[in-house]
């Protein structure tokens, strides 16, 4: 050991509090809550396993534990070297909002430790989830928003309110107790959710065009042709969803077209 191993129980220490409590420190070492107790005062001598296990839960290098050397997190995953800056950066700011959020509710639930259990998955690959390497699985999700109290709609997508609130409040959240019951229940309940949100997403990117064509109507004419979308959108694969966008136009075009024409004819027989 180098002359930094004397801060080795300081830096056991700091480790031990990402993952939670001493207790659930001394359960991911392996040892008892007394054994664990004395590696922190100092009166033992930490083995290398024991250390091993704590710095693949704390995300902290087993080097900066053991000696103080080097880094104080573990080594990243290898980077494709072809990904410019630019692209990385892109990547991130693309996985930022749902991975805030998640971050909240680690924070709720107190240490990644007891989320990772709330979300059924391991510590090292709850951690790919807090990175916002690789996206949580739905049972992860629902487990975590039922855990947390929190909008399981507002967690995965961002919309809504963070809590579920007003008179239908206790149905929803009935209804997110119950897709904690199974995978399968999970699954669909969070597939609903992203499917609506990217319903939302289509609508929002459909009503200026719908505006542009008919121009002079009120809005709520025009938020009203919008809202009629959902029924022709669950019809269709998503892969499929910009075509029926411009079908949706042009039908909207030739309609306006045909209501003019009409006009043009009345005002031709009158004259």
Request: charged share 30%.
């Amino acid at each position: 050991m180098n002359n930094n191993s004397h801060d080795w129980k300081k830096r056991l220490r700091t480790a031990s509090e990402l993952i939670g409590t001493q207790g659930q420190a001394a359960s991911v070492a392996g040892v008892s809550l007394r054994q664990f107790s004395k590696y922190l005062a100092g009166d033992a001598q930490a083995p290398t396993k024991v250390l091993s296990k704590i710095s693949e839960v704390s995300g902290k290098s087993l080097d900066w534990l053991i000696n103080g050397d080097g880094n104080d997190e573990s080594e990243p995953p290898a980077q494709d070297d072809s990904l410019s800056a630019a692209s990385t950066e892109e990547l991130e700011a693309n996985r930022e909002p749902w991975v805030e959020r998640l971050r909240e509710v680690v924070g709720k639930l107190v240490s990644h430790l007891k989320a990772a259990e709330v979300a059924k998955t391991s510590p090292r690959q709850f951690r790919k989830y807090v990175s916002g390497e690789t996206k949580p699985s739905a049972q992860a999700w629902v487990n975590l928003a039922h855990a947390a109290d929190y909008s399981l709609e507002w967690l995965i997508t961002g919309a809504g309110p963070k809590k579920y609130v007003g008179k239908h409040a206790q149905n929803k959240k009935r209804l997110l107790k119950l897709a904690t019951t199974s995978p399968q229940a999970a699954r669909d309940a969070v597939t609903t959710l992203e499917r609506l949100a990217k319903v939302e997403e289509f609508k929002r990117e459909l009503r200026p065009e719908l505006a542009e064509v008919y121009g002079d109507i009120p809005g709520e004419q025009i938020d009203a042709l919008v809202d009629n979308v959902f029924v022709v959108l669950s019809d269709w694969e998503e892969d499929d969803w910009p075509q029926v966008k411009q079908v949706i136009i042009g039908a909207h075009m030739m309609a306006k077209l045909a209501v003019v024409d009409e006009l043009i004819g009345d005002e031709e027989i009158a004259d």
